[in-house]
């Protein structure tokens, strides 16, 4: 297990903080949260499964906000947390078994890829909806629920996004609909790979569980805001974010090529 250091928990806690905002408006806060945790210096492995620990705190209060709001279609809902908790521990369990440097150069790859993709769609909700049948609809939830749910479980950074883009999009689902049962879902799968995560004691819970406190604080205030231009602030955040990331890895390659020199 790593050492912390001060340094760790100055770094997280605030992006952990606007990673809740983002996260409660439109998903996406992990393209935040989980570059910090590698900027402060963590293994990616280790990176990935302390911030399900912070990340699984805050998405519970922003869900919670949603089932009280009756914003989630129940019955759908029951279908998707049932393949979300075999998807959420099968991707874990998968995370667990890819190599650290395999796991790193992954994430250096998705990062960009998914970052790219969650700013270029600036909405949401689908145009000239169409309904489809119940039938189909628990099909496409069940289906499309078991897959995200092992991405989330492995990795987990925008899969919100990509779950309300499903539950909309093809599933049909109206928008509010489809962000409730999303963020249901998503606290199922993100709990079931938690479980196995700190069963197998890789979870770095001192420093989980302080950012947890900034990423609840997060989500309440992004849940309650309605940001004026929140989509350009959320986009430069992720950029900025990222770019750090990138900074520090060509920073850090630059250490280890002088040091072999």
Request: net charge positive; hydrophobic share 55%; proline share 3%.
């Amino acid at each position: 297990m790593e050492e912390l250091t001060l340094s760790m928990f100055l770094i997280v806690c605030p992006f952990a903080f606007l990673a809740g905002v983002v996260d409660s408006i439109g998903g996406g806060g992990g393209l935040i949260s989980l570059p910090a945790y590698m900027i402060a210096g963590l293994p990616a492995h280790s990176a990935v499964f302390t911030n399900k620990l912070s990340a699984t705190c805050g998405i519970i209060v922003a869900t919670i906000r949603y089932c009280k709001h009756k914003c989630i279609d129940y019955n759908l809902a029951i279908i998707g947390v049932l393949t979300a908790i075999v998807g959420g521990i099968l991707g874990a369990n998968f995370a667990l078994m890819v190599n650290e440097v395999i796991f790193k150069i992954l994430l250096l790859i998705l990062l960009p890829l998914i970052a790219m993709y969650v700013l270029l769609k600036k909405d949401l909700e689908p145009k000239n909806v169409k309904p489809i049948s119940r039938k189909w609809q628990y099909i496409i939830v069940s289906i499309s629920t078991l897959f995200l749910a092992m991405y989330a479980g492995f990795y987990g950074p925008a899969s919100g996004t990509f779950l309300i883009l499903v539950y909309s999009g093809i599933a049909k689902m109206g928008l509010l609909q489809s962000e409730g049962n999303a963020k249901i879902v998503n606290m199922t799968a993100d709990i079931s790979s938690l479980m196995i995560f700190l069963y197998n004691g890789v979870v770095l819970i001192p420093l989980g569980l302080t950012v947890a406190i900034f990423s609840i604080a997060g989500n309440y205030v992004g849940a309650g805001l309605a940001i004026k231009n929140g989509n350009k602030i959320i986009r430069v955040v992720i950029l900025t974010v990222l770019a750090l990331l990138f900074f520090k890895i060509i920073f850090d390659a630059g250490g280890r090529f002088l040091n072999w020199l």
